[in-house]
């Protein structure tokens, strides 16, 4: 089945650490994006690629690093910059832009 | 700026008990108004997408609605499943990036 696998489910965060959350989708969609979600908080933008190689800052980017290397794969990296990394992050894909989002299932990241 | 506001935040029903939800948007220029269904924990799932004011679009015990200014999802005799966060989201003419509202928490007691 075509989808979007985000890995892992829970991920943990020492001070000072970078971690990456893994997100790779078999559709066939050019666009990725990565979004954070808060309680009670809309999803916010953090980067998003259109293209291979090229990827745009979000409204909330600080912090935050992406890279798009294939077409099937676009990892956040959290870096030690990010001070208030505790949320739900969730991956999506569409192969054009007016076209729905697919979500992934989410990775809950926690500061230790 | 695009801006998406959602009533009631919270809402519970008891089985059966028919409501509506309100999504409010500013946009310049409505490209698109899509719905989605969030449960606990997992990602969001696509319900319907609008595109021009008097559009209705129906699934199941569900219904969308857009007006120039407003979205509607009409939950009607709903069941217990059918408690999930409901989303919002609106895309503007020449912007490839979407706004989302904070969600409407639907509880439908059996």
């Known amino acids: 089945d075509g989808g979007i696998t985000q890995s892992p489910k829970y991920l943990f965060r020492k001070e000072g650490q970078n971690v990456t959350l893994s997100c790779e989708q078999n559709?066939?969609?050019?666009?990725m994006y990565w979004y954070r979600q808060d309680p009670g908080q809309g999803l916010r933008l953090i980067y998003y690629s259109q293209i291979v190689n090229d990827f745009q800052k979000g409204d909330i980017a600080e912090g935050y690093s992406v890279s798009r290397e294939k077409k099937e794969s676009f990892p956040l990296t959290v870096t030690s910059a990010q001070k208030n990394p505790t949320a739900f992050y969730l991956c999506?894909?569409?192969?054009?832009?007016?076209?729905?989002?697919?979500f992934g299932s989410g990775t809950q990241l926690s500061v230790l | 700026e695009d801006q998406v506001t959602q009533s009631p935040e919270a809402l519970r029903l008891q089985e059966g008990e028919s409501s509506s939800l309100n999504c409010s948007y500013t946009v310049s220029g409505l490209r698109g108004l899509f719905w989605y269904r969030q449960d606990p924990g997992k990602g969001p799932e696509f319900l319907f997408t609008l595109y021009s004011a008097g559009e209705e679009k129906e699934k199941e015990r569900l219904k969308a609605t857009l007006t120039k200014k407003e979205s509607f999802l009409h939950i009607t005799a709903p069941k217990p499943e059918d408690s999930a966060t409901y989303l919002c989201?609106?895309?503007?003419?020449?912007?490839?990036?979407?706004?989302f509202g904070k969600g409407n928490q639907v509880v439908v007691i059996p």
């Open positions: 559709l066939n969609h050019d666009a």
């Open positions: 999506a894909s569409n192969g054009q832009i007016n076209e729905k989002l697919f």
């Open positions: 989201a609106v895309q503007a003419s020449g912007n490839n990036r979407l706004a």
